[in-house]
C-alpha cells in the first residue's frame, strides 16, 4: 500500500472504522500518513488544531514557490482531429511502404468486419484519451476496461472473420509482422505523447494503457493492409499481438512516470 493508497482509504473512512490490516501496517511504517491520521482524530474529538503563525508562513511561502501560469486547453475537437490524422497519416505511410498486399486479399465481408471494427476501436479510444486529459470529464465506458474491451472485440472479430489455413512460415511469417506492426504503433505513440503531455494527466497507467492501445491499432492497420497471410492462427497470435504488446508497453512507461512523479514529490517535501 502506498501513501496515495492510504489517502483514497482516509478519504472513504467514517467516524469510528476501524483500518484495515493493510492500513494499519502502513501507518507502523509510514510518519507522515501516520501523522495526518493522528491530526484528523483529533479533529474528528473536537481538540482541532491550529497552525502556528511559523507554519502558515512556510505553506504560503510553499504555495507560492509552486505556482506557475497554466496555458489553457485547446478545445478537446482540435485534440480528436490531431489524433484521428497521426492515425490515418502513419497507416497511410505504412501502406505506402510495405504495399497492400493484404487488402488485395481479403474479400468485401473481410474488408467490412475488419476495418469497421478497427474503426469503432481508434474511435473509442480516442475519445477516452482525449477526455482524461481533461480532468472530470465524463466517460462512456470505464478508461480502465476500454483497453481490455477492445482487446476481446479484435480478438472475436478475427475468431469469426478468418478460418485456419496451412502455415509454413508461422514463426518467421509472424515475427516479421510484429516488426512491421511495432515499427509503426513505436512512431505513433511518439505522436500522440507530443498531444497527449499538453493535458492534466491524473492516471498515468490509464492514459498510456489508452494511448499504447490506440499506437496498437495503428500498427495493426497497417499489417491488415500488407499482410497477405489469412490464417486466423497468425492474426490473433501476431496482428493482434501488436496492440498487446503497445497496450502493456503504454502501460508500464505510465506506470514508469507514475513512480517518477511520486519520487520528485517526496523529495520537494
Not at 25 to 47: I, K, P, Q, V, Y
Not at 86 to 112: C, K, N, P, Q, Y
Not at 199 to 217: N, Q, R, S
Not at 227 to 245: A, E, K, M, Q, R
Amino acid at each position: 500500500m502506498t501513501c496515495r493508497d492510504m489517502d483514497d482509504v482516509i478519504s472513504s473512512q467514517s467516524g469510528e472504522s476501524v483500518l484495515g490490516p493493510q492500513s494499519a501496517a502502513h501507518l507502523a511504517g509510514c510518519e507522515r500518513c501516520r501523522s495526518l491520521t493522528h491530526l484528523l482524530d483529533e479533529f474528528a474529538a473536537g481538540d482541532r488544531p491550529h497552525p502556528s503563525e511559523r507554519q502558515l508562513r512556510r505553506i504560503e511561502t510553499n504555495i507560492v514557490a509552486s505556482l506557475k501560469p497554466v496555458r489553457p486547453l485547446p478545445p478537446s475537437a482540435i485534440f480528436l482531429f490531431a489524433c484521428v490524422v497521426i492515425f490515418f497519416s502513419v497507416a497511410a505511410t505504412g501502406a505506402f511502404l510495405l504495399g497492400m498486399d493484404g487488402w488485395h486479399a481479403l474479400s468485401v465481408a473481410e474488408r467490412i468486419a475488419v476495418f469497421m471494427t478497427l474503426a469503432a476501436s481508434a474511435i473509442l479510444l480516442v475519445v477516452s484519451v482525449v477526455r482524461q486529459m481533461v480532468p472530470g470529464s465524463r466517460h462512456a465506458i470505464d478508461p480502465a476496461a476500454a483497453p481490455f474491451a477492445i482487446l476481446v472485440a479484435l480478438a472475436l472479430m478475427m475468431a469469426v472473420t478468418f478460418r485456419a489455413r496451412q502455415d509454413s512460415a508461422f514463426i518467421a511469417g509472424g515475427l516479421m509482422c510484429l516488426k512491421n506492426g511495432l515499427a509503426h504503433a513505436v512512431p505513433a505513440a511518439f505522436l500522440l505523447w507530443l498531444i497527449l503531455r499538453r493535458g492534466a494527466i491524473l492516471f498515468p497507467k490509464l492514459m498510456g494503457a489508452a494511448a499504447g492501445g490506440l499506437a496498437g491499432l495503428i500498427g495493426l492497420s497497417v499489417l491488415e493492409v500488407n499482410c497477405p497471410n489469412l490464417n486466423v492462427f497468425h492474426i490473433l497470435v501476431w496482428h493482434g499481438g501488436v496492440v498487446l504488446i503497445s497496450s502493456l508497453g503504454g502501460a508500464l512507461v505510465g506506470a514508469a512516470a507514475e513512480a517518477i512523479d511520486r519520487s520528485r514529490s517526496r523529495k520537494t517535501t
